[in-house]
């Protein structure tokens, strides 16, 4: 008897849109698993959150760029960063596909 | 440019001992990630938390068995569950090595 849906699944339905599903929600924070195929952020699109968010890529390979540095991250399988609330990003590049796991935090 | 420790990472150092990395630490909550070498937990033992805690089994394989229940649930890579606070429970078996992530809540 084993957890459902997999952290490894294929999203639940193949679309052209990124999928999203909340594993656990609870006062302050979710989780979230993203599957990504191949997306990035729109250009110039800059995402600037109220909450610290931590994030994880479990498949894949992904590019995140902090509006303050020069170069994007390089987020191979495995890796993960915090992104602190207002840090300006964007994502600048996904594999297809790439499974991230997302810890939202409420805004303190 | 990317994240450490890397999730898929060998442990630090190779111990007889399970392996324990607070990845994120926030008001409420911490995630952690855990490295199981074939432990279990002692015979007769069972956990009993005061808050909720979510795994997820990144690599490897383990069962855990709730008090309340007959059978251990068989966890593989990419299962997961909640385990809610005070839900005694225990860890029947891990493969070696076995990655789990770990998001301890805080008491309600």
């Given at each position: 008897m084993s957890a459902?849906?997999?952290l490894y699944a294929d999203p639940p339905t193949r679309t052209d849109e990124e999928s999203f599903e909340t594993l656990l929600a609870a006062p302050g924070l979710r989780v979230e698993?993203?599957?990504?195929?191949g997306q990035a952020s729109p250009p110039g699109?800059?995402?600037?959150q109220d909450g610290d968010e931590w994030v994880a890529v479990l498949k894949g390979a992904a590019e995140l760029r902090f509006a303050d540095e020069p170069e994007p991250r390089v987020l191979a399988e495995g890796d993960h960063l915090l992104i602190p609330a207002h840090r300006r990003h964007?994502?600048?590049r996904t594999q297809n596909p790439t499974?991230?796991?997302a810890v939202h935090l409420a805004p303190r």
């Open positions: 459902s849906p997999n698993r993203i599957v990504s195929g699109f800059w995402y600037d964007r994502v600048e499974i991230w796991l």
